[in-house]
């Protein structure tokens, strides 16, 4: 299987306010998560990697304290948005690796993503 | 530096074949990925090629030339729904994706 879910796939929240988001494989073990932003009509502009039991991976001028990610598990990893600002306002996508699709082992799956609104 | 170049939008008609375009530069390469997103949602995978040549797969074929660094994403008997982004990603030496900026198709009646 190759199937991802993100949650929430919504959200809209206050200024200063922390979001968090959750990344699921949920009929695989990931061997790596990938978290994503995307502008509108830009493309995907990769954040950090995830492994699981050790710290992400951020790419250059990602704020590590501002973006936290824990992968706790080979199936879950999250993303939390701390004091987030309009110009965090984005959709977020994750993808894992490891899983069993139409693609090879070294395929990211994607979830659905996740728009985020500040206001 | 690493750099994929795909034409930012193209038009085609319904029913007729479309042939998007992908030139990359990478340190290393393990494979080139075609992914399509549709407005709004998130990227899945079409197609994967790692070693020269034409992979067909239905309606959609993906060609692979490394030694001129150059990929086609081939679509046939276009249909409305096709209406997408393509996405081109190149797998470097360190196994990191590479993106290209994707390839907004339109398809008109």
């Known amino acids: 299987g190759a199937v991802v879910s993100q949650h929430p796939s919504w959200v809209i929240c206050k200024s200063g306010t922390s979001v968090k988001i959750e990344c699921r494989s949920l009929d695989f073990q990931a061997t790596t998560m990938f978290w994503y932003r995307q502008f509108p009509k830009q493309s995907l502009m990769l954040m950090a990697t995830?492994?699981?039991?050790?710290?992400?991976?951020?790419e250059q001028g990602v704020e590590k304290d501002k973006f936290l990610i824990n992968h706790a598990s080979l199936t879950l990893s999250t993303l939390t948005v701390t004091s987030a600002h309009p110009e965090d306002s984005s959709f977020y996508i994750c993808s894992a690796r490891g899983g069993y699709g139409r693609g090879p082992p070294e395929t990211q799956y994607f979830g659905p993503g996740t728009r985020l609104l500040v206001l | 530096g690493q750099n994929i170049d795909q034409p930012t939008e193209m038009t085609a008609t319904e029913g007729a074949i479309v042939q998007i375009n992908c030139t990359y530069q990478?340190?290393?390469?393990?494979?080139l990925f075609w992914y399509q997103q549709h407005a709004g949602e998130a990227p899945t995978f079409l197609s994967y090629n790692v070693l020269d040549g034409l992979e067909e797969k239905g309606r959609f074929s993906s060609f692979l030339s490394r030694s001129k660094g150059y990929s086609y994403l081939l679509l046939k008997e276009l249909q409305m729904k096709d209406s997408a982004s393509y996405l081109c990603a190149v797998m470097d030496s360190n196994y990191q994706l590479i993106w290209g900026a994707g390839t907004k198709l339109i398809i008109k009646p």
């Open positions: 990478t340190s290393g390469f393990n494979g």
């Open positions: 995830s492994n699981e039991g050790s710290k992400a991976t951020y």
